[in-house]
């Protein structure tokens, strides 16, 4: 009877280990198609993430901005060069180098379930290698303020944080509408953004510091050219009559410079110290954008009288 016992308790333990065994197979085969999805990116190719993103790294500081933003920092592991906003991101995380040439190596090392690109920054070469490493990469176009919008969305959507990013924009929508209704029925003043001097170099239709600049309710001269940034002969200038002088906070040129220079100081907005300054935030398409699109509409309103 003894040996009876021992021989069904003995039969049971190799029952149970070969359901065990079974359950370890059958749960490998199906966990995988449980735990991933697949995500269309907003140049339409679609992108497979593991269903719960806990290690992304941002190619750009203005994804980067946008992560921060929507409280995904805690899934943030790595950021590029020249990170300013929000200030604690080069603090927190490392960098893998800079937009244009990123090392792939030290991406690769870090083990990221995505990396996020921007489709006009990044190198289509980064994107390559990367899948070539299995890495997937989600690419955004970030292109204006409607970029700015569906940005957050897109990563909202990549973090699991969809909530958060739907938040978000509509909170940005908001102070854009406030800022648009306070210029709703005024005039708006032309200015010209001066970004070098010699040679003379501003932005056209394309870059988003010129949407922008209409937001606040001025007017950029050179919104009519259409390359994001450009060279241009300040005697073709002289003739759009800027009111204003638009410089950066960070300009290595101060408008006593403009006064001095020949041809600068033909023009009316040089000649009575007609300037407006604003800091680079105005130009990261992300969330930060409208902490200078308010700071620059505060400035303008003040120098108009408004």
């Known amino acids: 009877m003894q040996r009876s016992r021992a021989q069904i308790s003995r039969q049971t333990l190799s029952a149970a280990r070969r359901a065990l065994l079974f359950a370890i197979v059958f749960l490998s085969a199906v966990i995988p198609s449980w735990a991933k999805r697949v995500v269309t990116d907003e140049e339409g190719r679609t992108v497979t993430l593991p269903d719960r993103v806990t290690r992304v790294i941002s190619l750009t500081p203005s994804v980067t901005n946008t992560i921060y933003a929507v409280g995904g920092a805690p899934q943030l592991i790595a950021i590029t060069n020249y990170t300013f906003y929000p200030p604690q991101a080069s603090k927190e995380k490392p960098s893998i180098g800079d937009i244009l040439s990123p090392s792939l190596e030290r991406i690769a090392s870090m083990r990221p379930d995505v990396v996020i690109a921007v489709s006009t920054l990044n190198s289509p070469d980064t994107v390559r290698g990367l899948e070539r490493m299995g890495i997937p990469v989600y690419l955004i176009q970030g292109r204006g303020l409607a ?105 290595p040129f101060q408008l006593k410079d403009l006064q001095s220079r020949p041809g600068w100081a033909t023009m009316e907005a040089v000649r009575r110290g007609r300037l407006l300054r604003v800091d680079d935030r105005l130009q990261v398409p992300g969330p930060v954008a409208f902490d200078g699109l308010e700071q620059f509409a505060r400035q303008l309103r003040a120098a108009e009288g408004r």
Do not use: H
């Not at 569906?150 to 909202?156: D, M, N």
């Open 147 to 251: 970029g700015v919008y569906r940005t957050v969305e897109s990563v909202g959507r990549v973090l699991g944080r969809e909530n958060e990013a739907a938040a978000l924009v509509r909170q940005l929508r908001e102070r854009e509408r406030q800022i648009r209704e306070q210029f709703q029925n005024a005039r708006r003043p032309a200015v010209f953004l001066v970004l070098s001097i010699d040679p003379c170099i501003t932005a056209g239709r394309g870059a988003f510091i010129t949407e922008m600049i209409g937001a606040a309710g001025a007017r950029s001269i050179t919104q009519d050219l259409a390359q994001d940034w450009m060279r241009v002969s300040l005697e073709a200038m002289i003739p759009r009559k800027p009111e204003f002088l638009l410089m950066m906070m960070d300009a």
